[in-house]
């Protein structure tokens, strides 16, 4: 503790110049024997007691005297962040009871006393204590001590918890009889038989380690010190450690004896752990490699870009170092991060890998074609089971589609362009009771002026040029069936109010026609505009909005399951196999690729870019070499405005004009056209040979 925390501030100071009278009012003003003297700059000059005022007293002089002559000039002062114990020392040694505390300029901040100094041990005393107690009573380990009649004089509170007693049981050891083995060793001390004794023993389901020391005072033995430490935690985490050392002796017997080429790799990509299967592939020693980075040694692997990604990549074809072979790598994840990876190359007997395979797939060709026919029954072409993906994202939407399909309510997709709308409404409608038909109608194609027409129908001579005996509309193709009005955002708003009226009425007329039809049929609508936004501007009916978004599903953009990618790119492949290409799958470099694109166009522009690579490959997979630079893609892969032309039509106009292009600067010749579009020229024939391209 120093001066400054006790001195005190309240005083006042006189100078040499003032008189009797002027002074002794002054010790009125403060409870200090003692004040300062002061010059004109308030520097202390000397002091003058109030013993020194009585003594001048006693000669009965005049109060107009002044002090100049009585008060006592370089008196002893202290700093104020002296030392409390030695400031006391040179009070009491110097025999006085009151001394100034200056500054550095030596002005007057405060007065301290004799009494003041003493009573700060009661503080200092105080402090300790309260120190002593919180610190006693934080202690990581249980600390009591007992006399030579067990009775607990004192205890902190963690031993109060080991021992499962209140504060107040001083008597624990007399009275309860669990705690007998732990008496046991106490009296090793408190009888002298030890000078220290120490055991494990397990007490209310702790293991705890139990230490105990004689307590002395002036030479005699009082009674007894005991620690107590619970190392149940402790034992806890050495069987843990033991248990992963284990494993982890186990983890690298299997991957030492593992037919594939195994590494692990921690989140900087640097090699943990490898086995000899690997080491034989790349013909290098663990050593050379071990605590190594695969983005330098190995980077055609690109296993960084699945840590970043926490996307696991799954039998992906590559050939390393000359050998055909299968790459998985599989993100280990801690609390949602990727913490590490593990990375299998297989190389080794992929031609009897093969040859199942190749049955695996003509069985589910026999699959394939059972599917076919009950999609035809229902008039679609995709099921639920065809939505490729299992992250959460798409999980959720799948599991939402399923319970929609089980009741008559009207459901609202709601999803970006090329996010797969139409897969899930075919997919509800086949997982539905349903036993009518499906029915697509796209709102947006269809010129508005015909589009009444063509949901209601109409009857015999309705109109001028109308089909003799009329034609039924999509709603009455749908009964019983489920219809689906596709980009219903771009529907007109006069139409808007008849649909509001059959979804209300369940029922409608077909144009120049009294018969009512009355609607048993599952409405399913989309959309990828914001319908919300659309309300606002006057261009949706807010009542229709209402009625359609009973169940809403929102249908995630690629790039927000991007882990979904691998199992679309195999769904893709078996759909252009379908249509006549002959794809084994895409390489991992290829895959690498791919996953590194933001994909504005979602799963529609996935499908044109491996449609795309599918025509120019020159092997049974699709590589990286084949897949342009997405800049360059993004020429020809066209998002653009909706319009009243659909998606289909907009594409196909951009390729027809960007081929006549590149054969115009060709001047007609069709090798240096297919070169400067990157396309192989069997590609291009087909292509002219489809636009008619003179």
Same mark, same amino acid.
């Given at each position: 503790?120093?001066?400054?925390?006790?001195?005190t501030t309240n005083f006042v100071c006189c100078s040499k110049n003032q008189t009797l009278g002027d002074v002794l009012p002054m010790f009125t003003q403060t409870h200090s024997d003692m004040l300062p003297v002061v010059n004109e700059f308030n520097h202390l000059i000397g002091i003058i007691t109030k013993n020194q005022i009585f003594k001048i007293l006693t000669t009965k002089p005049s109060f107009e005297?002044?002090?100049?002559?009585?008060?006592?000039?370089?008196?002893?002062?202290?700093?104020?962040?002296?030392?409390?114990?030695?400031?006391?020392?040179?009070?009491?040694?110097?025999?006085?009871?009151?001394?100034?505390?200056?500054?550095?300029?030596?002005?007057?901040?405060?007065?301290?006393?004799?009494?003041?100094?003493?009573?700060?041990?009661?503080?200092?005393?105080?402090?300790?204590?309260?120190?002593?107690?919180?610190?006693?009573?934080?202690?990581?380990?249980?600390?009591?001590?007992?006399?030579?009649?067990?009775?607990?004089?004192?205890?902190?509170?963690?031993?109060?918890?080991?021992?499962?007693?209140?504060?107040?049981?001083?008597?624990?050891?007399?009275?309860?009889?669990?705690?007998?083995?732990?008496?046991?060793?106490? %009296?090793?001390?408190?009888?002298?038989?030890?000078?220290?004794?120490?055991?494990?023993?397990?007490?209310?389901?702790?293991?705890?380690?139990?230490?105990?020391?004689?307590?002395?005072?002036?030479?005699?033995?009082?009674?007894?010190?005991?620690?107590?430490?619970?190392?149940?935690?402790? %034992?806890?985490?050495?069987?843990e450690l033991q248990l992963t050392r284990e494993w982890e002796q186990k983890l690298r017997s299997v991957i030492e004896f593992a037919y594939d080429a195994i590494i692990l790799v921690n989140k900087r990509s640097k090699i943990t752990m490898v086995n000899k299967g690997f080491t034989d592939l790349f013909g290098l020693s663990s050593s050379s490699i071990l605590e190594k980075s695969t983005s330098e040694?190995?980077?055609?692997? %690109?296993?960084?870009?699945?840590?970043?990604?926490?996307?696991?990549?799954?039998?992906?074809?590559?050939?390393?170092?000359?050998?055909?072979?299968?790459?998985?790598?599989?993100?280990?994840?801690?609390?949602?991060?990727?913490?590490?990876?593990?990375?299998?190359?297989?190389?080794?007997?992929?031609?009897?890998?093969?040859?199942?395979?190749?049955?695996?797939?003509?069985?589910?060709?026999?699959?394939?074609?059972?599917?076919?026919?009950?999609?035809?029954?229902?008039?679609?072409?995709?099921?639920?089971?065809?939505?490729?993906?299992?992250?959460?994202?798409?999980?959720?939407?799948?599991?939402?589609?399923?319970?929609?399909?089980?009741?008559?309510?009207?459901?609202?997709?709601?999803?970006?362009?090329?996010?797969?709308?139409?897969?899930?409404?075919?997919?509800?409608?086949?997982?539905?009771?349903?036993?009518?038909?499906?029915?697509?109608?796209?709102?947006?194609?269809?010129?508005?002026?015909?589009?009444?027409?063509?949901?209601?129908?109409?009857?015999?001579?309705?109109?001028?040029?109308?089909?003799?005996?009329?034609?039924?509309?999509?709603?009455?193709?749908?009964?019983?069936?489920?219809?689906?009005?596709?980009?219903?955002?771009?529907?007109?708003?006069?139409?808007?109010?008849?649909?509001?009226?059959?979804?209300?009425?369940?029922?409608?007329?077909?144009?120049?026609?009294?018969?009512?039809?009355?609607?048993?049929?599952?409405?399913?609508?989309?959309?990828?505009?914001?319908?919300?936004?659309?309300?606002?501007?006057?261009?949706?009916?807010?009542?229709?909005?209402?009625?359609?978004?009973?169940?809403?599903?929102?249908?995630?953009?690629?790039?927000?399951?991007?882990?979904?990618?691998?199992?679309?790119?195999?769904?893709?492949?078996?759909?252009?196999?379908?249509?006549?290409?002959?794809?084994?799958?895409?390489?991992?470099?290829?895959?690498?690729?791919?996953?590194?694109?933001?994909?504005?166009?979602?799963?529609?522009?996935?499908?044109?870019?491996?449609?795309?690579?599918?025509?120019?490959?020159?092997?049974?997979?699709?590589?990286?070499?084949?897949?342009?630079?997405?800049?360059?893609?993004?020429?020809?892969?066209?998002?653009?405005?909706?319009?009243?032309?659909?998606?289909?039509?907009?594409?196909?106009?951009?390729?027809?004009?960007?081929?006549?292009?590149?054969?115009?600067?060709?001047?007609?010749?069709?090798?240096?056209?297919?070169?400067l579009l990157g396309i192989s020229r069997p590609w291009l024939y087909s292509k002219i040979k489809k636009y008619n391209i003179q």
């Amino acid at each position: 503790m120093l001066v400054k925390d006790i001195m005190t501030t309240n005083f006042v100071c006189c100078s040499k110049n003032q008189t009797l009278g002027d002074v002794l009012p002054m010790f009125t003003q403060t409870h200090s024997d003692m004040l300062p003297v002061v010059n004109e700059f308030n520097h202390l000059i000397g002091i003058i007691t109030k013993n020194q005022i009585f003594k001048i007293l006693t000669t009965k002089p005049s109060f107009e005297t002044t002090i100049d002559h009585y008060y006592k000039p370089e008196p002893v002062y202290i700093r104020p962040n002296d030392n409390i114990d030695q400031t006391r020392r040179l009070l009491l040694q110097k025999r006085i009871g009151h001394a100034p505390v200056v500054d550095e300029k030596m002005k007057p901040i405060g007065v301290i006393s004799t009494k003041q100094a003493l009573s700060s041990y009661n503080l200092i005393y105080s402090h300790l204590e309260s120190q002593f107690e919180l610190l006693f009573n934080h202690l990581n380990f249980g600390l009591f001590s007992i006399n030579k009649d067990f009775q607990i004089s004192a205890s902190n509170s963690l031993a109060h918890r080991l021992l499962n007693i209140k504060h107040h049981e001083t008597d624990a050891f007399k009275q309860m009889k669990n705690l007998s083995e732990m008496k046991e060793l106490i %009296e090793e001390i408190l009888m002298e038989r030890s000078n220290a004794a120490k055991k494990q023993l397990t007490l209310n389901g702790l293991s705890l380690y139990v230490q105990c020391y004689p307590l002395i005072r002036h030479d005699e033995l009082v009674g007894a010190m005991v620690i107590i430490e619970d190392v149940t935690r402790i %034992e806890r985490t050495i069987n843990e450690l033991q248990l992963t050392r284990e494993w982890e002796q186990k983890l690298r017997s299997v991957i030492e004896f593992a037919y594939d080429a195994i590494i692990l790799v921690n989140k900087r990509s640097k090699i943990t752990m490898v086995n000899k299967g690997f080491t034989d592939l790349f013909g290098l020693s663990s050593s050379s490699i071990l605590e190594k980075s695969t983005s330098e040694l190995f980077p055609e692997l %690109e296993i960084d870009n699945v840590i970043k990604s926490g996307i696991s990549v799954q039998n992906v074809p590559q050939i390393i170092n000359g050998q055909q072979s299968l790459i998985s790598i599989l993100p280990i994840k801690e609390s949602g991060e990727t913490i590490s990876a593990i990375c299998k190359i297989t190389y080794r007997g992929l031609t009897h890998l093969h040859e199942a395979l190749t049955k695996v797939k003509k069985l589910e060709k026999q699959l394939s074609a059972y599917q076919n026919e009950i999609n035809e029954i229902k008039g679609t072409k995709y099921t639920l089971f065809d939505i490729a993906g299992e992250s959460d994202a798409i999980r959720k939407v799948k599991h939402e589609a399923t319970l929609a399909s089980r009741s008559m309510s009207t459901v609202l997709i709601i999803g970006e362009s090329g996010t797969g709308k139409e897969l899930f409404a075919q997919g509800i409608h086949a997982s539905s009771g349903q036993k009518g038909t499906f029915v697509q109608v796209n709102c947006a194609a269809i010129p508005s002026e015909l589009l009444e027409s063509e949901l209601f129908g109409y009857a015999d001579g309705a109109f001028t040029g109308a089909q003799k005996g009329g034609v039924k509309g999509k709603f009455e193709l749908a009964q019983n069936g489920t219809i689906f009005l596709d980009e219903i955002g771009d529907m007109p708003l006069p139409l808007q109010t008849k649909i509001l009226r059959v979804l209300q009425e369940k029922e409608f007329q077909p144009i120049g026609s009294s018969k009512t039809i009355h609607l048993n049929t599952k409405i399913i609508a989309a959309t990828n505009r914001n319908i919300e936004e659309l309300i606002k501007d006057g261009k949706f009916r807010e009542d229709l909005y209402y009625r359609l978004n009973i169940i809403r599903l929102n249908i995630p953009p690629l790039r927000e399951r991007m882990e979904d990618l691998p199992d679309i790119i195999q769904e893709v492949i078996k759909r252009l196999n379908k249509s006549g290409f002959y794809i084994r799958g895409v390489t991992h470099s290829a895959l690498t690729k791919l996953m590194k694109h933001s994909w504005p166009g979602n799963v529609r522009e996935l499908h044109n870019v491996l449609e795309r690579a599918a025509n120019l490959k020159t092997s049974d997979y699709i590589d990286a070499v084949d897949i342009p630079a997405f800049d360059r893609l993004a020429d020809y892969t066209v998002f653009p405005e909706r319009t009243n032309s659909t998606y289909k039509d907009m594409m196909q106009l951009s390729e027809k004009e960007m081929i006549q292009s590149a054969l115009k600067e060709a001047n007609g010749n069709k090798t240096k056209a297919s070169k400067l579009l990157g396309i192989s020229r069997p590609w291009l024939y087909s292509k002219i040979k489809k636009y008619n391209i003179q």
